[in-house]
């Protein structure tokens, strides 16, 4: 099943307690797009400038993912900055540079338009829908992430975009800044009335938690001895989750939790290294490993 991902590539730089780097490859379309790709294949949507080299453009090479859709504009690529602190809880934004970004109008190649399962990376809600409406056949899942920026400062467009959305893939501060409600059960009804019929929190080392319906599901974060680089987990998780279920054909409630699981191995896998490199050198074999080991790590008797 085709799997469309719209969102940043980007460059960016990255500070964690364990090392530095001024200039790597990353952006929530890079990351997702990889994770998926080890699932499905994955049509990309996004812009990058002329610093874009096709030395850059190899890691989407012999994955399954299409870039037909990757715009090459002139000027600069989206640049994002970020450093963590000494545990990796938190994160500080030191510079977003949006570049090319800034007149970004995503246009879908004609063999994009009938994907049946769509991700919407954290991008300005307008831009979100904007490729929505180039879609001939209605999808069969629509998912979205957004942030803390897009809440505060585009409201009534998000929720005009959260409408077409039948999953929400947020983290906890954003479900309950998004809901004002506290409590993630009471935020997840609240954000039911506003279109989605899932809600994805992602919540970094306590794991994730899915409401769907009136069933909850929650998966561990997979226990980790090195962490080395948080950048992209929740774009990994999601790039798991969605190419699971694209692999899979099917939306119910039993592969919603197997896409929760592999949405949990990619997050993990991502965080080992810096950057992409982790994700860069896995194999399929490894994610197999890992999901039994989920498997076990989650198993008990009554
Ligand atoms: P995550 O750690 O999953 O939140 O994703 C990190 C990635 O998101 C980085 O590689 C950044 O390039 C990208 N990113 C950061 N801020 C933004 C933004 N405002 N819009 C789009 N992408 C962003």
């Not at 692999?247 to 039993?254: L, T, Y």
């Amino acid at each position: 099943m085709s799997l469309l991902v719209v969102g940043s590539v980007a460059f960016d730089a990255l500070e964690t307690p364990f090392g530095k780097v001024e200039r790597t490859l990353g952006g929530a379309a890079t990351y997702f797009s990889i994770a998926a790709s080890f699932f499905t294949r994955v049509n990309l949507v996004g812009v990058v400038g002329e610093d874009f080299t096709p030395g850059d453009a190899a890691i989407f090479r012999g994955r399954g993912i299409d870039v037909a859709g990757l715009e090459h504009a002139p000027g600069k690529t989206f640049f994002w900055a970020g450093r963590y602190s000494d545990h990796l809880n938190d994160r500080i934004t030191l510079a977003t540079e949006l570049n090319v970004f800034a007149k970004f109008n995503p246009k879908l190649p004609a063999a994009y338009r009938d994907s049946a399962y769509i991700f919407l990376a954290n991008i300005d809600p307008t831009l979100q829908r904007a490729v929505l409406a180039q879609v001939r056949r209605r999808p069969r899942l629509v998912a979205l992430d957004t942030m803390n920026y897009w809440i505060e400062r585009t409201p009534v467009e998000l929720r005009q975009t959260l409408k077409h959305a039948q999953v929400l893939m947020i983290n906890d501060t954003e479900t309950r800044q998004l809901s004002s409600e506290h409590n993630l059960l009471r935020a997840a009804r609240h954000i039911f009335r506003l279109g989605p019929r899932t809600l994805v929190i992602k919540r970094g080392e306590h794991g994730a938690m899915m409401v769907h319906r009136d069933s909850v599901f929650c998966v561990p974060a997979f226990p980790l001895e090195e962490v080395h680089d948080p950048t992209g987990a929740g774009d990994s998780f999601a790039g798991g989750f969605m190419g699971y279920l694209a692999k899979a054909g099917r939306v119910n409630d039993a592969t919603l939790r197997q896409a929760m699981v592999y949405g949990s191995v990619m997050g993990s896998f991502a965080v080992e290294r810096f950057g992409l490199d982790r994700l860069r050198a896995l194999t399929r074999r490894e994610i197999a490993a890992r999901a039994r080991h989920f498997h076990r790590l989650t198993q008990f008797q009554l």
